[in-house]
Nanobody, 126 residues
Framework: QVQLVESGGGSVQAGGSLRLSCAASRYTISSGCMGWFRQAPGKEREGVAVIDTGRGSTYYTDSVKGRFTISQDNPKSTLYLQMNDLKPEDTAMYYC???????????????????WGPGTQVTVSS
C-alpha cells in the first residue's frame, strides 16, 4: 500500500522559510507525477506545485512563483517543497499527492492524484 507522509511544517514569521518533505513508500517517485496542494480554513484545496515526470517539468501556481521550489530526491523517495519569503496568505494545511501516471493535466486537478498524505500545517504570522 502506497504511503505518503509529510513533515517540516511549523510556525514562522512573514519573510521566513520552511522546507516541507514528503516521504513515499511503495511508490517510485521518479515514475509518477507528484505535487503539493494546500487548503486554508474555509477555502478549497488548491494546487501549489507539481513535478510532471512525463514532461520533465515543474509547475507552480502564480502566487508562489519565485518563492517556492519543488524538487525530489529519488534515492530517498522524498519530495520537497522549499518555501521562501513566506506570507500570511500561505497559511494552510499542505498535502503531498502522487498520481499513478507520469503526467497530469491540468496539473492541479486533484482528482488525478490517487495517493495523499495526511498533511502538515504551515502557519505564517505577520
Amino acid at each position: 500500500q502506497v504511503q505518503l507522509v509529510e513533515s517540516g511544517g511549523g510556525s514562522v514569521q512573514a519573510g521566513g522559510s520552511l522546507r516541507l518533505s514528503c516521504a513515499a513508500s511503495r511508490y517510485t517517485i521518479s515514475s509518477g507525477c507528484m505535487g503539493w496542494f494546500r487548503q486554508a480554513p474555509g477555502k478549497e484545496r488548491e494546487g501549489v506545485a507539481v513535478i510532471d515526470t512525463g514532461r520533465g517539468s515543474t509547475y507552480y501556481t502564480d502566487s508562489v512563483k519565485g518563492r517556492f521550489t519543488i524538487s525530489q530526491d529519488n534515492p530517498k523517495s522524498t519530495l520537497y517543497l522549499q518555501m521562501n519569503d513566506l506570507k500570511p496568505e500561505d497559511t494552510a494545511m499542505y498535502y503531498c499527492a502522487a498520481a499513478n501516471t507520469r503526467s497530469v493535466y491540468p496539473w492541479f486537478r486533484a482528482q488525478a492524484y490517487t495517493y495523499w498524505g495526511p498533511g502538515t500545517q504551515v502557519t505564517v504570522s505577520s
